[in-house]
């Protein structure tokens, strides 16, 4: 049977997000990572792990994790919800996966994380390319294939099987070029998730889907992290970089997203929806016309348009 990569977010305390029906949003980049996967390593089995959606506790969890047997399991959690993804790589380590780390936590934290024994990698910045030349690295068992890997750490001699010159020393590559074209990626594997579990219950968001319009922001708010995650390096520090979707790839995932799962509220995840003053306007053009009458909610910033004229 081919390897499985395993994404999965562990259980956690409940985080009522307006309520505890809708406390737990589907984990997109999951998804968007999963789909990459699937399309380009077709001898890879892919899935998704949801412990909180599915009320799954760790005695489950690590039933499961022995019934899967997956090659690589692949984390990523918010810094509140930090000890659980640690905890779960324990466990995915002594089940005998190597265990991916990324987001925007462990991405920015990768000495630390890597420290602790239980991380074999961490992704910077967005993931999609960086998981795909990943675990043909992986796979092939050397520090120097994984030295070729834009975009992650590791510690030599801790990740694969060639031990290199100074063991335990934390390799850094260099930066990962952003994707440029962001309709260029496969839709999101939504069928890899529990579709039918995230708002289900829930009044503020019935049928609750993420869905993202962009990657990145104009402006660099120093309380915000998610420009950082998915902004641009310019020698050895990052400035943010927006990217957006066309409306016709948007269109696309709606129509996906409410004829094919039923979906009746977006929750955009985007860091600034309105940061491109044209393409939400054209994006409810489209669905207008198509008939598409959908909950929706997104951050915004009030200032956006003055800044962009």
């Given at each position: 049977?081919?390897?499985?990569?395993?994404?999965?977010?562990?259980?956690?305390?409940?985080?009522?997000?307006?309520?505890?029906?809708?406390?737990?949003?589907?984990?997109?980049?999951?998804?968007?990572?999963?789909?990459?996967?699937?399309?380009?390593?077709?001898?890879?089995?892919?899935?998704?792990?949801?412990?909180?959606?599915?009320?799954?506790?760790?005695?489950?969890?690590?039933?499961?994790?022995?019934?899967?047997?997956?090659?690589?399991?692949?984390?990523?959690?918010?810094?509140?919800?930090?000890?659980?993804?640690?905890?779960?790589?324990?466990?995915?380590?002594?089940?005998?996966?190597?265990?991916?780390?990324?987001?925007c936590f462990f991405g920015h934290v990768a000495p630390q994380a890597l420290a602790t024994g239980l991380v074999d990698v961490?992704?910077?910045?967005?993931?999609?390319?960086?998981?795909?030349?990943?675990?043909?690295?992986?796979?092939?068992?050397?520090?120097?294939?994984?030295?070729?890997?834009?975009?992650?750490?590791?510690?030599?001699?801790?990740?694969?099987?060639?031990?290199?010159?100074?063991?335990?020393?934390?390799?850094?590559?260099?930066?990962?070029?952003?994707?440029?074209?962001?309709?260029?990626?496969?839709?999101?594997?939504?069928?890899?998730?529990?579709?039918?579990?995230?708002?289900?219950?829930?009044?503020?968001?019935?049928?609750?889907?993420?869905?993202?319009?962009?990657?990145?922001?104009?402006?660099?708010?120093?309380?915000?992290?998610?420009?950082?995650?998915?902004?641009?390096?310019?020698?050895?520090?990052?400035?943010?970089?927006?990217?957006?979707?066309?409306?016709?790839?948007?269109?696309?995932?709606?129509?996906?997203?409410?004829?094919?799962?039923?979906?009746?509220?977006?929750?955009?995840?985007?860091?600034?929806?309105?940061?491109?003053?044209?393409?939400?306007?054209?994006?409810?053009?489209l669905l207008l016309r198509d008939g598409i009458h959908v909950g929706q909610s997104a951050w915004v910033n009030a200032v956006?348009?003055?800044?962009?004229?």
């Amino acid at each position: 049977m081919n390897e499985l990569f395993l994404f999965v977010r562990p259980p956690r305390p409940l985080w009522p997000f307006n309520s505890p029906a809708s406390a737990f949003w589907p984990p997109l980049a999951f998804a968007s990572m999963a789909a990459m996967l699937r399309e380009q390593l077709r001898n890879l089995r892919v899935e998704i792990l949801d412990a909180p959606a599915l009320e799954m506790g760790w005695r489950t969890l690590a039933t499961e994790l022995r019934r899967r047997e997956p090659a690589y399991v692949g984390i990523g959690e918010e810094a509140v919800s930090c000890v659980e993804g640690l905890r779960l790589a324990r466990l995915a380590k002594a089940h005998g996966a190597k265990v991916i780390a990324g987001g925007c936590f462990f991405g920015h934290v990768a000495p630390q994380a890597l420290a602790t024994g239980l991380v074999d990698v961490v992704v910077h910045g967005e993931g999609e390319v960086t998981v795909v030349e990943l675990v043909q690295a992986l796979r092939e068992g050397s520090a120097q294939g994984l030295a070729k890997v834009q975009g992650i750490s590791f510690r030599a001699g801790a990740a694969a099987a060639t031990v290199a010159p100074v063991a335990g020393e934390i390799v850094t590559t260099p930066p990962r070029q952003l994707v440029s074209d962001l309709d260029a990626l496969p839709l999101p594997a939504y069928d890899l998730l529990p579709v039918e579990r995230y708002g289900a219950r829930s009044v503020n968001h019935p049928r609750l889907a993420t869905i993202e319009l962009s990657r990145g922001c104009f402006g660099s708010c120093d309380f915000c992290v998610l420009w950082r995650q998915m902004g641009r390096f310019a020698g050895d520090r990052v400035v943010p970089q927006l990217r957006v979707k066309s409306p016709e790839r948007l269109l696309e995932e709606v129509r996906l997203l409410v004829r094919r799962y039923q979906r009746r509220y977006l929750g955009w995840v985007d860091p600034c929806f309105n940061a491109d003053p044209r393409v939400p306007g054209q994006l409810a053009e489209l669905l207008l016309r198509d008939g598409i009458h959908v909950g929706q909610s997104a951050w915004v910033n009030a200032v956006a348009q003055q800044q962009l004229r």
